[in-house]
């Protein structure tokens, strides 16, 4: 199982949420929990959501200023519909950018990579 973890800006800078986003074959699912960026206190609780795969458009993976990798990279989730991510914190328009630390950026080129890999036709005998 894949497993990338990420953050989401929230409430104007205020606040943000931590998370986990894993790949659970015919679904993504992630889990996060959103907390006050000034001191740090008030976390909401684990939450978790499923989306499945055949309802998104894209996956794609952006890496920052001028391509630059040092500069981090963002996940893009892009749905077909609102609803399947509306309990996504960050989401506008079927659209969530999950921001992935330096640290974790060949792991999420990694996880998008293997969302893309094609499978295997088995020939007919």
Known sequence: MNTV???????????????????EGDDLVLEFQNQDKIAGIIKSGVRHVRVPLNELVSVTITKGWLGGRWMGVTI???????????DVPGMRQGRVELSVASKDRDAAERFVAGLHQ?????SKL
Do not use: H, I, K, W
């Open 5 to 23: 973890p990420f953050t989401v800006d929230l409430y104007a800078g205020f606040g943000q949420c931590n998370g986990l986003l894993r790949d």
């Open 76 to 86: 893009v989730l892009q749905a077909a519909r609102m609803e399947a991510l509306q």
């Open 118 to 122: 094609e499978v295997p036709v088995s």
